[in-house]
Each structure stands twice: as structure tokens, then as C-alpha cells.
């Protein structure tokens, strides 16, 4: 399995920025998806996290509000849009799948994306947030 994440760039406070994930070696379908996010000096975070199926999904306090996470199965793909971006959202933004064995056994979307517990992670893309 690979994925790359793509979209990021330089926007100032208050501005849009959608973040894309694409990859190869897997079916979107039978994934949850998630993105993370790693400021400098800080621990990565869980950012938002979707099921296999769509219904469900988590959003991190900080985001919640601005960001909505999305996937299309069909294209293998999965989406973070950032509203409102402010100067904390400044880091490098990974996407990530878990499989199955992660969430088939019931496990909360909640409980792997603060947990940061994912299966494949892709390379990252920086978001930079100026006053």
C-alpha cells in the first residue's frame, strides 16, 4: 500500500485549503480513512477520522466546525477540506487507513484516530497558517 498526501501550501489566517490522498496497492472501500497532523515540537494529533462505510465519523475538538473529511471509493481518494484556517492548523498533514483487524472488532472511530491507530500512513504535506 502506498499514499501520498498533496494540497498543501501557504494561505493565511481565515483562508480554504482542501488536502487530497491518493495511493495505490488497496480498495478504499474496505478502509477507515484518517488524517493526522504533526506541529513543530508537538505529538501528531488525529485531525478527523472516517469509517469503512461513511456513517461515522470523528473530528477533533480543535477542528470541529472547520474541517470535513470525505472519501470517494470509486477514485480511491480521500479529502480533508480546512476552513477558517487559523494559525494553530500550522503542521504537516498525513492521511492514514486502517484495515479490518483495527475497526472490524468494534473498536471506535473515536478511539483510532486519538489513538493514531492506522495500518498504512502516507507522506505528508505541509499546511503553513499566517497571520
Known amino acids: 500500500v502506498q499514499l501520498q498526501a498533496s494540497g498543501g501550501g501557504l494561505t493565511q489566517a481565515g483562508g480554504s485549503v482542501r488536502l487530497s490522498c491518493t495511493g495505490s496497492?488497496?480498495?478504499?472501500?474496505?478502509?477507515?480513512i484518517g488524517w493526522f497532523r504533526q506541529a513543530p515540537g508537538k505529538e501528531r494529533e488525529g485531525v478527523s477520522c472516517?469509517?469503512?462505510?461513511?456513517?461515522?465519523?470523528y473530528y477533533a475538538d480543535s477542528v470541529k466546525g472547520r474541517f470535513t473529511i470525505s472519501r470517494d471509493n470509486a477514485n480511491n481518494m480521500l479529502y480533508l477540506q480546512m476552513n477558517n484556517l487559523e494559525n494553530e492548523d500550522t503542521a504537516v498533514y498525513y492521511c492514514a487507513l486502517a484495515g479490518s483487524r483495527l475497526y472490524g472488532g468494534g473498536a471506535p472511530i473515536a478511539h483510532l484516530c486519538k489513538n493514531s491507530v492506522m495500518d498504512y500512513w502516507g507522506g505528508g504535506t505541509l499546511v503553513t497558517v499566517s497571520s
Open positions: 496497492g488497496f480498495t478504499l472501500d474496505d478502509y477507515a
Open positions: 472516517m469509517s469503512a462505510s461513511g456513517v461515522v465519523s
